[in-house]
């Protein structure tokens, strides 16, 4: 079994080139405001950005276990809430609206624990 934090990179990944690709296509026939068809995008694009480097972080910091959680919260937050306001800013403004800010402060402190963290030495032919 893999590690918990690379199948969530993993199935973010996926979900996030599923997402994208339904606001490219399918969204546009139910949304006609450009502005919320572009927070889509940045969800979707930033969702994907992030999967990639949670998969990065697994694989060169193991244990940087902070970093990990940090950008798995930032992405459930940040690129969630925007998809949801996207869909009903009604419905969801009060909610979803507080806890984008939220999810992109657990962004940049995944990549400040990242920074700081311990990782992997790289071998020296890898240099």
Do not use: E
């Not at 405001?33 to 969702?47: K, L, S, V």
């Not at 459930?76 to 992109?104: C, E, H, N, W």
């Not at 940049?108 to 030495?121: D, M, Y």
């Amino acid at each position: 079994m893999p590690p918990l934090f690379w199948t969530v990179g993993s199935l973010y990944g996926a979900s996030a080139v599923m997402l994208g690709a339904f606001g490219a296509h399918g969204l546009k026939k139910r949304i006609t405001d450009p502005a919320r068809i572009a927070n889509w995008g940045t969800a979707a694009q930033y969702q994907l950005i992030h999967s990639g480097v949670l998969l990065l972080t697994t694989a060169i910091a193991p244990r940087n276990k902070l970093a990990a959680g940090l950008f798995t919260a930032g992405m459930t937050m940040f690129s969630g809430s925007l998809y949801l306001l996207v869909l009903d800013p009604q419905r969801f403004g009060k909610i979803a609206g507080p806890i984008t800010p939220l999810g992109g402060l657990c962004l940049i402190g995944g990549w400040v624990a990242l920074a700081f963290g311990k990782r992997v030495p790289i071998p020296a032919a890898m240099r």
